[in-house]
DNA sequence: GTCTATATGTAGATAGAC
DNA sequence: GTCTATCTACATATAGAC
């Protein structure tokens, strides 16, 4: 490949393929050390040392360290929210929607880009520190907060006896659940005294939401 | 009262009164501002001001950053497994133990403590926070696991169709949907888009955990 | 035991060369 | 756009006066 500065007539305006990969490396970076240490945990340094980047290139690229974790959570969520809702629509082509039906869609997806993707695990991980911390309320009302409605709102439909307050204590209990085990492997094999294989534990966490969701 | 100092006979080997009393103020002091602002996130100084302490003072108190914070865990630890334990001992005596018998004996302590004193509501985020992160695993093993391992004995015996590992998993699920009522209020009320009055919202996490244990 | 003053390290951010 | 070098501020921790 040619080097970028010899295009001749085109303008910089757009960022050139070398920036987009540096941009997709440091928020690689930044998933990976936001989820090992946290917003306050992680260091600057610490993301630039794992992107293989000099300090100051982050702050180009990210814009300060709390815009850089704004990106980080934004960057996956549209994904995510798209593949619930597709898990959401086969579920509605199977015949009438049920609650583990709804759960399914809401949760499966998560699991499934997990297993494949290492990255995906990182994010799993900050989803829960957002999901956990009043602090991060924006980001999570703009990240996540419209596919909850959609789900929540199927949730009402298929429990008619609950007020939509019980529907939405049953959600972030469910939501907690999920999360609990995509981030607490460890305290639940220390409890549990011996592995699981994650088909089983993802059929017994939607088992368990649905049935609780239904009391 | 008099002064410390003026006592003759008595040796300084225990606390003053006096040291007693800053002790509790600088623990309390870092329970609120470890709840407010997790680990990384709380500092020394804030909890010194909070404290209305000089600096230094937290050192020789606390012993440095962490062994502050595995105080700040601690020192609530005993009382809020005793006041377990001593629910479940009131349950058994109404009868046979039930799911829901054994869910509130563990559950509600917590939230009547908390209910009663500030002082326990932020005890309640650092142990959402102990509980969430692995980093503190030590910490958990040390101040919770015990009580719980006599819960999960008991919840094994009133579900013998599961396995062990599939009763520390419900028992997780429970333990994390307790730990998101306590912490989560801002989201449930988004979502809810009404205030719900406390004690609804903890019969209806009982019912929830109840029915999905049972499934 | 209590408090003041300070040592030491490292954080986030930026200015300016390339 | 990328990277080097550096600025400023504040963190924890401690040494030593009272």
């Not at 928020?27 to 992680?42: H, I, K, P, T, Y």
């Not at 997990?114 to 695990?121: F, H, L, N, Q, V």
């Not at 990182?122 to 957002?130: D, K, L």
């Not at 939607?206 to 049935?211: D, E, G, L, V």
Request: hydrophobic share 45%.
């Amino acid at each position: 490949m040619s080097s970028t500065q010899t295009l001749g007539t085109t303008r910089q305006r757009a960022p050139s393929k070398r920036a987009l990969a540096t941009r997709t490396r440091v928020l690689d970076a930044a998933e990976a050390v936001f989820a090992d240490r946290g917003f306050d945990g992680a260091t600057i340094r610490d993301i630039a040392a794992q992107a293989g980047e000099p300090v100051g290139t982050i702050h180009p690229h990210g814009g300060g360290k709390e815009a850089l974790f704004h990106r980080t959570v934004a960057r996956r969520a549209a994904a995510l929210s798209q593949a619930r809702l597709d898990a959401l629509d086969r579920q509605r082509a199977d015949g009438p929607l049920t609650l583990e039906g709804l759960l399914s869609a809401f949760m499966r997806p998560f699991f499934e880009l997990s297993a494949d993707d290492p990255r995906w695990r990182h994010y799993a991980r900050i989803v829960a520190f957002v999901s956990a911390d009043d602090r991060w309320r924006a980001i999570a009302a703009e990240c996540f907060d419209p596919t909850a409605e959609i789900f929540l709102a199927e949730l009402l439909a298929l429990t008619p006896s609950a007020s939509r307050r019980q529907a939405a204590e049953g959600f972030v209990f469910s939501v907690s659940a999920m999360l609990a085990l995509l981030t607490s492997q460890g305290r639940i094999a220390a409890l549990g005294q011996s592995p699981a294989p994650q088909a089983d534990q993802i059929d017994h966490l939607i088992r368990y939401c649905a049935a609780g969701l239904a009391a």
